[in-house]
């Protein structure tokens, strides 16, 4: 079965820290994927990836950034945490050009800012 | 992508079937209906896809109208489990980069 971890489930940190958000994935895609959740705004896209240092924008990329240096691992960056930035983070997954085009998402990271 | 229209929620009782509706009616020749759902404090899963004709897998099945305008996803014997957000998403051909867009979901609440 395919694997989507991410490396924290709960994270409390303070307004001003930087957050580091790592996500793993044993399968060998090519497309990473950073989204938050927030109640009655559903999934909304930060960033993603579709190969090795290679990054795109999502719908949502300020105050964050992403890191892509091994295939199977992408990191999202909080470079100063903010209140408003307290969320659930979802990583997902996908190949390209095969399969179902589904995304496996790995089971998220509940931020809190304080 | 073209822009998916859900009700906010629906109910349904157990071992029913559940028909949950979506409206694509901007959806372009090559645009696939994806449907994920995601049951509380969990991440998004793969339910079913389709791009012209009705699909069926062990899940669910996808009805999709002949003029590709508007969709339903059915669960046929919906159990307490089956109790999730459901998505439903339009995205283009597979290709590098390409990302599904989420929108709000319909919450579906089975009852006992």
């Known amino acids: 079965d395919v694997k989507v971890t991410q490396s924290s489930r709960y994270l409390v940190k303070r307004t001003g820290e930087k957050v580091f958000l790592e996500c793993v994935q044993d399968?060998?895609?090519?497309?990473m994927f950073w989204y938050r959740q927030d109640p009655g705004l559903g999934l909304r896209l930060i960033y993603f990836?579709?190969?090795?240092?290679?990054?795109e924008k999502g719908d949502i990329p300020e105050g964050y950034s992403v890191s892509r240096e091994k295939k199977e691992r992408f990191s999202l960056i909080l470079e100063s945490a903010s209140t408003n930035q307290t969320s659930m983070y979802l990583c997902?997954?996908?190949?390209?050009?095969?399969?179902?085009?589904?995304?496996?998402f790995g089971e998220g990271s509940r931020l809190t800012v304080l | 992508d073209a822009k998916t229209t859900q009700p906010t929620s629906m109910d349904c009782a157990e071992g029913r079937a559940a028909n949950l509706p979506c409206n694509h009616s901007?959806?372009?020749?090559?645009?696939?209906v994806y449907w994920y759902r995601q049951i509380h404090s969990q991440g998004p899963q793969y339910i079913i896809h389709?791009?012209?004709n009705n699909e069926t897998n062990e899940m669910a099945s996808l009805i999709i109208t002949e003029d590709r305008k508007s969709s339903t996803l059915i669960l046929p014997h919906a159990t307490l489990r089956d109790t999730a957000v459901y998505y439903c998403?339009?995205?283009?051909?597979?290709?590098?980069?390409?990302?599904?867009?989420f929108g709000a979901g319909t919450i579906l609440r089975v009852k006992s």
């Open positions: 901007t959806i372009s020749g090559n645009e696939y």
């Open positions: 997902a997954s996908s190949l390209v050009n095969a399969g179902t085009g589904e995304l496996f």
């Open positions: 399968m060998d895609h090519e497309n």
């Open positions: 998403i339009v995205r283009g051909p597979m290709e590098y980069g390409n990302k599904l867009v």
């Open positions: 389709g791009l012209k």
């Open positions: 990836s579709y190969d090795v240092k290679m990054k």
